[in-house]
């Protein structure tokens, strides 16, 4: 079956440290891959997205970025955080369009 | 805005009671879909009601569509307090898969 793994569940950054967070997908082969953003009480807002090997779309124009290095890879990134970078950020992958997406379990994001 | 919206944003109801919750959204989608949300957790997908059905039904849950109104419910029959929890609308609109999700409605089942 498949499976979703986002780590860390919870991550605590000073303004202006950098961000990697990691998401990885076993029992599929060439999902698509999303990246989330929650504020809190809120609905999710996509960040970007991938249907393939070093393909990423940005949805919004922000201080984050996304990489995907192997198929079931997909990776957040910041150089240098900002407060409004905060919220709970959610990962998922789904095997094609038309067809429901899976989440991780989130990591909670708190800028000091 | 192409995001959907949700109503009522909060439910409160007894156990054993039905609880709907009504998804609006603007654009012409592919399909809609009802995802559920645990305190501090992940999206759990419940159901994916394609744009050409108009019900689907899935256990204690029922979905409807109407393409005509842009509008989705979602029934919960004989609620539980394990089904407290934020329920969302998300809505796919192109061949890449991408969601638009609503506010989502906080629904609270009380024993």
């Known amino acids: 079956s498949q499976t979703i793994h986002q780590w860390p569940a919870t991550l605590v950054q000073p303004v202006g440290s950098p961000l990697s967070l990691e998401c990885t997908v076993e029992?599929?082969?060439?999902?698509?891959l999303y990246w989330y953003r929650q504020a809190a009480g809120r609905g999710l807002q996509l960040l970007f997205y991938?249907?393939?090997?070093?393909?990423i779309s940005s949805e919004v124009p922000q201080n984050l970025s996304a990489s995907r290095p192997q198929d079931r890879q997909f990776i957040l990134s910041s150089k240098k955080l900002l407060l409004s970078d905060s919220g709970f950020y959610l990962c998922?992958?789904?095997?094609?369009?038309?067809?429901?997406?899976?989440f991780g379990d989130g990591t909670r994001l708190s800028i000091l | 805005s192409q995001q959907g919206e949700e109503d009522p944003q909060a439910l409160s109801i007894q156990e054993g009671e039905n609880a709907t919750m009504n998804c609006s959204y603007k654009?012409?989608?592919?399909?809609l879909q009802w995802y559920r949300q645990n305190s501090g957790r992940g999206l759990v997908h419940l159901i994916l009601i394609r744009s050409n059905e108009r019900e689907k039904h899935s256990g204690r849950l029922r979905v409807t569509l109407d393409t005509s109104k842009k509008s989705s419910s979602l029934l919960i029959t004989a609620s539980r307090a394990a089904d407290t929890a934020s329920y969302f609308c998300a809505t796919e609109y192109d061949m890449r898969g991408k969601l638009i999700f609503g506010q989502g409605t906080e629904l609270s089942v009380k024993p």
């Open positions: 991938s249907v393939g090997i070093g393909q």
């Open positions: 029992g599929t082969s060439n999902p698509n």
């Open positions: 998922a992958w789904s095997g094609a369009w038309n067809q429901p997406q899976h």
């Open positions: 654009t012409s989608i592919n399909n």
